[in-house]
């Protein structure tokens, strides 16, 4: 008998108080019984949508036509959603159909794998469990509940969600489940790739991350999405998805670090593209993927090194030190000190706060212009370049006086 929230109880009393059944589903089920605590709390009713909205003073109807209301209870979001079937799929991606059940049974039937079927009263006390659920746990297994290839055929993405929670849970899959994803490889195809991404990332950033990685390359899923993977030398392969698992769990970092020693920067961008990653996270990690390589850096003279950071910016510094030391941890286990001493030197001159962009020089372009005695032209701009390489090799020039007499010599050297 694990601690349940208050509010969600409540909920859930005040449900069976107006004559309906009403449970805990699902992840919560799973995970309370695995003595992990619950990331949410989702309660199942045999109430409908009205009725729901009218036991509780406050509801949100976040998504009515699918049976779901948001109580307002004690502080806290509580979705109930009515207990339904799914009537035919038609392309193995979303049901046309969703009917309303008074019967818990009914609604655990259309759950995916049978850990997820299982249903939890905690005031009433009733605990359902028709598919073995419990057993499975135990027994650490992902199975379909009923028949693997019509589930799969029903909704494609689901052979991804059993790699997903097989990876997450450290879990291994039933035979007639992983036996049955191959054949279901062409209604995966069909899922949008947010549906995808979501279930990818979820796997990337779990401990087990590296199995989940090799499991989704031998069933055949990753050929459909990573193919950049999935076709990779096996050595290259096993190196990429032990440096993934080596980073941080973010799933920049993790991303970057799979792909760095694997594609050019310019198809980590294509990949992030392809999986829906938004905007902002494919920069990144195409920003990771581009500078990972900071070996070569090894014994540099510092303005090199400098060079980096003004590439990389103070802001990724931290980022690209932990995918590059994830990835030359699995490469070159043995020279990791003077990579570790590279690392610490980028962070100690980052420290110097050294200026790292043309906004940060001494002078800016109105004071380039007047120097140079010219007004908006190509030529600021090259000026403005050469100064900052200027820096870059030796910071304390970053005077306005310094900055003056380097521009004059150069005007002098260009013969203008
Ligand atoms: P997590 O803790 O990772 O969120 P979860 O079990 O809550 O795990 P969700 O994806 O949030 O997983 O789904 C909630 C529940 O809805 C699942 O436990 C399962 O019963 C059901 N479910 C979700 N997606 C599907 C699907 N594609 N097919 C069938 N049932 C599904
Ligand atoms: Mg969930």
Same mark, same amino acid.
């Given at each position: 008998d694990a601690p349940v929230p208050p509010p969600i109880r409540k909920v859930i009393e005040r449900l069976r108080e107006e004559g309906h059944a009403a449970y805990l589903v699902g992840g919560c089920v799973r995970d309370t019984l695995r003595g992990v605590a619950p990331k949410d709390f989702d309660v199942a009713s045999s109430a409908w949508p009205e009725e729901v909205q009218r036991a509780f003073p406050k509801v949100i109807p976040t998504g009515l036509q699918h049976g779901t209301v948001t109580v307002l209870m004690g502080g806290m979001h509580v979705e109930v959603t009515t207990f339904r079937s799914e009537g035919d799929y038609h392309d193995g991606r979303r049901p046309n159909t969703v009917t309303f059940e008074r019967d818990i049974a009914k609604d655990l039937a259309r759950r995916d794998f049978t850990i997820n079927a299982m249903a939890w009263d905690p005031a009433g006390g009733h605990f359902v469990d028709p598919f073995g659920g419990q057993e499975d746990l135990g027994r650490r297994l992902i199975r379909c509940v009923g028949s693997a290839l019509e589930r799969f055929s029903e909704d494609g993405l689901r052979p991804l969600r059993a790699v997903r929670f097989a990876a997450v849970l450290d879990f291994t899959l039933d035979p007639a489940t992983q036996a049955a994803i191959p054949p279901s490889l062409p209604v995966f195809r069909k899922v949008a790739m947010e549906r995808v991404r979501e279930e990818f990332v979820k796997l990337l950033l779990s401990r087990r991350a590296e199995f989940g990685l090799e499991l989704l390359a031998d069933t055949g899923l &990753?050929?459909?999405?990573l193919p950049e993977l999935a076709q990779a030398e096996p050595e290259a392969a096993h190196r990429a998805r032990a440096a993934a698992l080596a980073a941080p769990a973010e799933v920049e970092l993790r991303m970057a670090a799979l792909l760095a020693d694997l594609v050019e920067p310019q198809r980590a961008e294509e990949i992030g593209v392809r999986l829906k990653f938004p905007t902002k996270c494919i920069e990144r990690i195409r920003l990771l993927v581009t500078h %990972?390589?900071?070996?070569? &850096?090894?014994? %540099?003279?510092d303005p090199a090194l400098r060079r980096l950071l003004s590439k990389v910016g103070l802001a990724q510094l931290e980022a690209l030190c932990a995918v590059a030391r994830a990835r030359l941890q699995v490469r070159e286990p043995a020279r990791m000190p003077e990579f570790e001493a590279l690392l610490e030197r980028l962070l100690a001159l980052a420290a110097t706060k050294?200026?790292?962009?043309?906004?940060?020089? %001494?002078? !800016?372009g109105g004071a380039i212009m007047s120097a140079l005695g010219v007004?908006?032209?190509p030529m600021v701009g090259e000026a403005t370049r050469f100064l900052m390489e200027q820096v870059l090799d030796e910071?304390?020039? !970053?005077t306005p006086e310094t900055l003056r007499e380097l521009l004059t010599s150069w005007r002098q050297a260009r013969g203008a």
């Amino acid at each position: 008998d694990a601690p349940v929230p208050p509010p969600i109880r409540k909920v859930i009393e005040r449900l069976r108080e107006e004559g309906h059944a009403a449970y805990l589903v699902g992840g919560c089920v799973r995970d309370t019984l695995r003595g992990v605590a619950p990331k949410d709390f989702d309660v199942a009713s045999s109430a409908w949508p009205e009725e729901v909205q009218r036991a509780f003073p406050k509801v949100i109807p976040t998504g009515l036509q699918h049976g779901t209301v948001t109580v307002l209870m004690g502080g806290m979001h509580v979705e109930v959603t009515t207990f339904r079937s799914e009537g035919d799929y038609h392309d193995g991606r979303r049901p046309n159909t969703v009917t309303f059940e008074r019967d818990i049974a009914k609604d655990l039937a259309r759950r995916d794998f049978t850990i997820n079927a299982m249903a939890w009263d905690p005031a009433g006390g009733h605990f359902v469990d028709p598919f073995g659920g419990q057993e499975d746990l135990g027994r650490r297994l992902i199975r379909c509940v009923g028949s693997a290839l019509e589930r799969f055929s029903e909704d494609g993405l689901r052979p991804l969600r059993a790699v997903r929670f097989a990876a997450v849970l450290d879990f291994t899959l039933d035979p007639a489940t992983q036996a049955a994803i191959p054949p279901s490889l062409p209604v995966f195809r069909k899922v949008a790739m947010e549906r995808v991404r979501e279930e990818f990332v979820k796997l990337l950033l779990s401990r087990r991350a590296e199995f989940g990685l090799e499991l989704l390359a031998d069933t055949g899923l &990753l050929e459909v999405f990573l193919p950049e993977l999935a076709q990779a030398e096996p050595e290259a392969a096993h190196r990429a998805r032990a440096a993934a698992l080596a980073a941080p769990a973010e799933v920049e970092l993790r991303m970057a670090a799979l792909l760095a020693d694997l594609v050019e920067p310019q198809r980590a961008e294509e990949i992030g593209v392809r999986l829906k990653f938004p905007t902002k996270c494919i920069e990144r990690i195409r920003l990771l993927v581009t500078h %990972a390589g900071v070996e070569h &850096l090894v014994g %540099a003279p510092d303005p090199a090194l400098r060079r980096l950071l003004s590439k990389v910016g103070l802001a990724q510094l931290e980022a690209l030190c932990a995918v590059a030391r994830a990835r030359l941890q699995v490469r070159e286990p043995a020279r990791m000190p003077e990579f570790e001493a590279l690392l610490e030197r980028l962070l100690a001159l980052a420290a110097t706060k050294p200026p790292l962009s043309p906004k940060e020089l %001494a002078l !800016n372009g109105g004071a380039i212009m007047s120097a140079l005695g010219v007004g908006p032209s190509p030529m600021v701009g090259e000026a403005t370049r050469f100064l900052m390489e200027q820096v870059l090799d030796e910071p304390s020039r !970053n005077t306005p006086e310094t900055l003056r007499e380097l521009l004059t010599s150069w005007r002098q050297a260009r013969g203008a």
